[in-house]
Structure formats: structure tokens, C-alpha cells
């Protein structure tokens, strides 16, 4: 069974910073690249970035030069680090592994308002 769990998620000021975490469980870590999802009040959920398993990144561009995902292979845990974070940023994030399968965690709420 895939669990995923994100965490750190919270109530930020505009330019701040936060980072995400989400453990992966299992063997797809190794085997399947892992995205950020996220999804803002009455809007669909976006892609945000993505990693490979080789560790190439990949990211969309309102948040290219701010947004830097990584991965701990050793703690099957890929990271989101946010930066000079806006209000439009506001959402629940989500990491989602490219498997077959559909698979999605509870998500992390991210806030950013003065």
C-alpha cells in the first residue's frame, strides 16, 4: 500500500519561506519520479515540480527561481522549499508520485497572508 504524508505546511507573510515535506512509502520512491501538487480554493489543483529519480527537477513557471524541490533517498522524503512566498500561493499542497496508480496524500495547507 502507497502512503504519503506531507507536513509543513502553516500560516506565512508574504516573502517568507516554508518548507514541505512528504514521506513516500515503499519501493516507488526509487522507482518513480514525485511531484507537488497544489490546489487553491474554487481553482483545480496544479502542477507545481516535479524530481526524477535521477534527481532532475522540473518546475512550472510562476515558481521557477523561488521553488526548489529535493529528495533524501535515505529518508524516502522529497522537500518543497518556498521562497519570497505571495499571496496567489495560497493552497493545499499535495506530493503525488508518478506511479500507475493515483495515488495522494491529506495534503499541507499553506497560508500566506499578512
Known amino acids: 500500500q502507497v502512503q504519503l504524508v506531507e507536513s509543513g505546511g502553516g500560516l506565512v507573510q508574504p516573502g517568507g519561506s516554508l518548507r514541505l515535506s512528504c514521506v513516500v512509502s515503499?519501493?516507488?520512491?526509487?522507482?518513480?519520479?514525485v511531484g507537488w501538487y497544489r490546489q487553491a480554493p474554487g481553482k483545480q489543483r496544479e502542477y507545481i515540480a516535479q524530481?526524477?529519480?535521477?534527481?532532475?527537477?522540473y518546475y512550472r513557471d510562476s515558481v521557477k527561481g523561488r521553488f526548489t524541490i529535493s529528495r533524501d533517498n535515505a529518508k524516502n522524503t522529497v522537500y518543497l522549499q518556498m521562497n519570497s512566498l505571495k499571496p496567489e500561493d495560497t493552497a493545499v499542497y499535495y506530493c503525488?508520485?508518478?506511479?500507475?496508480?493515483?495515488?495522494w496524500g491529506q495534503g499541507t495547507q499553506v497560508t500566506v497572508s499578512s
Open positions: 515503499g519501493s516507488i520512491f526509487t522507482t518513480y519520479a
Open positions: 524530481i526524477t529519480t535521477s534527481g532532475n527537477t
Open positions: 503525488h508520485p508518478f506511479t500507475p496508480g493515483d495515488y
